[in-house]
């Protein structure tokens, strides 16, 4: 009796379905516009197929207007479909709805106005879903979409996403255009993005339609990538509200415009935030760690401006550093709260003297001892590390000696708990990481890489340097040297300092320590010439002479990005090349040098050699 019930059941059911008229799309002709797209089987023709996997499924009604729109009961893309409409959908009758499996892919190519009853609240767009829209109507209705792409290559129409949108399951992708896609409701903007955000082209714009509303908050799971167009937030309400949720979320600017006015960056408590590329924080805005295990890290080669509030008193801020380059806090006016870590990559190569500086302030020589080792005298009870000399390896420079030598001016830091002094340079013996305690007793000529991390608020603002250097006439050739720093997590120009008379009484010439080398490359501050380079990299010290009283500031104004400072070079990068005929030879090198200039000489033998055609080209990360 219970078999005899269940056949019965079956039965019934098939029959249901085979009273529905239900049309199928082909591969030939998946378009609303072509008769010949629509069957009772997958061709067109015959009855219902078997299996319905990967099909366009409309159901019951399929008419089109002379007012461009489509009207059907239900529209169903399943797993692996595709359907281009170039006209709009209405959705008809009792019990419509729209489906997008996860796969299924809808292309939409109407320039006119979607039908009133589109997307109505009937809409089930799976997370791996994607509507595209080739021509972009002025209006998409609310729905929770999947991915959302808009991709309009030959039109400057505009877009907006209008109602109460309020989820985009997956990724909103503006992929090319040159017009603009708006978010914006009638009331306060709220909308939760699980995936990522990606500009292509055209212009993302963070907008208020109405000009009315109060409130834009956009809930990012995934990550901003501008590759292309303008991201940006206009209108007449309060910021807008970039609040990143995910596990490692990035901002990153390749190219394109980052327009950063009205719009605050958030990571919020417990997930950490990539800043890649040049930015921003515009006049009035800010970034925040939300919470004390949120973490915001600035990609090495990155420089970050802020001209509004970064507030770190929670979390981590981290300026990183590697091979790569070393990120920057340049020039800014705005509010810094809280603390940072600001690192310094330093490859491995030969053990050196480098001079160094502090980048934050209050800082102490443990901001340097927690990274490496430090010895001096009286070793672990001045709060060094202990060797069998317990020679010192940390000294700062004085020149106020009777002794005629300059080299009488090093003198040693006594005791770890010393304040290192802003805009004070130190010669630091860097042997290698902390972590292995060898490098304090072997006699090896080399040091492995390692990394310099400081910890506190960023030096701003104009930084005097009264009281730091000075000048003790009477002491032969050591009158007037003074080791300084570069007081910022920034390079500056050294140059600017000297052509806009930033310090009184002082020399043109500028003297860094090669660390490839171990020895002095200068820069002329007034010719622009010399053996190194003009930036002042950051945490380095320098030597400059002043013939008379020091005085003056170093200026926010000043600082420069700078990727890859020589200074911390683990050797300079060059390619040797020798040309030569039957009675004939040279040869060239290229080398990278920030100082290096387009130069070539028609009396020169390569290019009596190759004739005019000559070219030479290198390519170099």
């Not at 239900?22 to 516009?33: E, I, V, W």
């Not at 009855?47 to 996997?53: F, G, K, V």
């Not at 009488?408 to 990481?433: C, D, E, F």
């Not at 920034?490 to 490839?516: G, H, K, T």
């Amino acid at each position: 009796m219970k078999q005899l019930k269940y056949s019965l059941l079956v039965l019934f059911w098939l029959n249901l379905a085979q009273a529905q008229t239900t049309y199928y799309s082909n591969d030939l002709y998946a378009d609303f516009n072509d008769i010949r797209g629509w069957g009772l089987n997958a061709d067109g023709t015959g009855s219902n197929p078997a299996l319905l996997s990967n099909q366009v499924i409309l159901v019951q009604k399929h008419t089109k207007s002379t007012s461009n729109i489509c009207t059907i009961r239900a529209l169903h893309i399943q797993t692996g479909a595709k359907l281009e409409a170039s006209h709009s959908i209405y959705l008809d009758g009792t019990g419509k709805y729209f489906r997008i499996d996860s796969g299924g892919t809808y292309v939409h190519n109407h320039a006119i106005s979607l039908g009133a009853a589109l997307f109505s609240g009937t809409e089930n767009f799976a997370s791996g879903s994607t509507c595209e829209f080739r021509l972009w109507p002025p209006t998409l209705p609310a729905a929770d979409w999947g991915n959302l792409v808009f991709n309009n290559p030959q039109s400057s129409s505009n877009c907006q996403l209008g109602g109460f949108t309020s989820l985009i399951k997956n990724n909103l992708v503006v992929q090319s255009g040159n017009g603009i896609i708006s978010l914006s409701g009638n009331g306060n903007l709220s909308i939760q993005i699980n995936g990522n955000i990606e500009v292509l082209g055209g212009v993302l714009d963070i907008a208020n339609g109405q000009g009315i509303q109060a409130n834009r908050t956009v809930n990012l799971m995934g990550s901003i990538y501008l590759k292309g167009g303008t991201l940006r937030c206009t209108g007449s309400s309060n910021k807008a509200w970039l609040h990143f949720g995910g596990s490692l979320d990035t901002l990153e600017i390749q190219q394109g415009i980052w327009n950063g006015q009205n719009i605050n960056l958030m990571c919020m408590n417990g997930n950490q935030l990539c800043l890649k590329g040049n930015i921003e924080i515009s006049a009035g805005c800010s970034l925040a760690l939300g919470g004390a295990t949120s973490k915001v890290w600035i990609h090495p080669g990155t420089e970050l401006r802020n001209q509004g509030v970064i507030d770190a008193r929670q979390g981590n801020l981290v300026f990183e550093s590697n091979a790569t380059g070393t990120s920057s806090y340049g020039e800014s006016s705005g509010s810094f709260l809280g603390m940072g870590t600001f690192k310094q990559w330093i490859p491995a190569g030969f053990k050196r003297f480098r001079f160094l500086s502090s980048p934050v302030q209050n800082a102490d020589f443990w901001q340097l001892q927690d990274d490496i080792h430090v010895t001096g005298q009286g070793g672990p009870s001045n709060g060094f590390d202990s060797t069998p000399t317990n020679n010192p390896s940390l000294f700062f420079y004085t020149e106020s000696v009777v002794n005629p030598s300059p080299n009488i001016g090093w003198q040693p830091v006594t005791h770890i708990n010393q304040a290192m002094q802003s805009a004070k340079g130190y010669r630091v013996l860097v042997r290698g990481p902390r972590s292995n305690n060898q490098l304090l007793y072997n006699n090896s000529p080399v040091q492995p890489e390692c990394t310099l991390s400081f910890f506190g608020p960023p030096h701003t603002g104009n930084i005097p340097i009264n009281g730091i250097a000075s000048y003790t006439p009477g002491n032969g050739a050591a009158d007037g040297w003074n080791l300084l720093g570069n007081p910022y997590p920034s390079a500056i120009n050294w140059e600017e300092m000297i052509q806009q008379d930033d310090f009184d009484s002082v020399y043109p010439y500028l003297y860094l320590r090669d660390a490839q080398s171990g020895n002095y490359v200068a820069w002329n501050g007034l010719t622009g010439m010399g053996t190194g380079s003009p930036l002042i990299p950051a945490y380095s010290g320098f030597l400059v002479q002043f013939f008379g009283t020091p005085s003056g500031s170093f200026k926010e104004a000043r600082k420069q990005q700078q990727i890859n400072p020589g200074i911390f070079k683990k050797k300079t990068q060059s390619i040797k090349l020798k040309i030569s005929s039957t009675d004939l030879s040279d040869l060239v090198q290229l080398a990278w040098l920030d100082s290096g200039a387009l130069y070539s000489d028609n009396r020169e033998d390569i290019p009596k050699l190759l004739a005019a055609s000559t070219m030479m080209a290198t390519k170099n990360e």
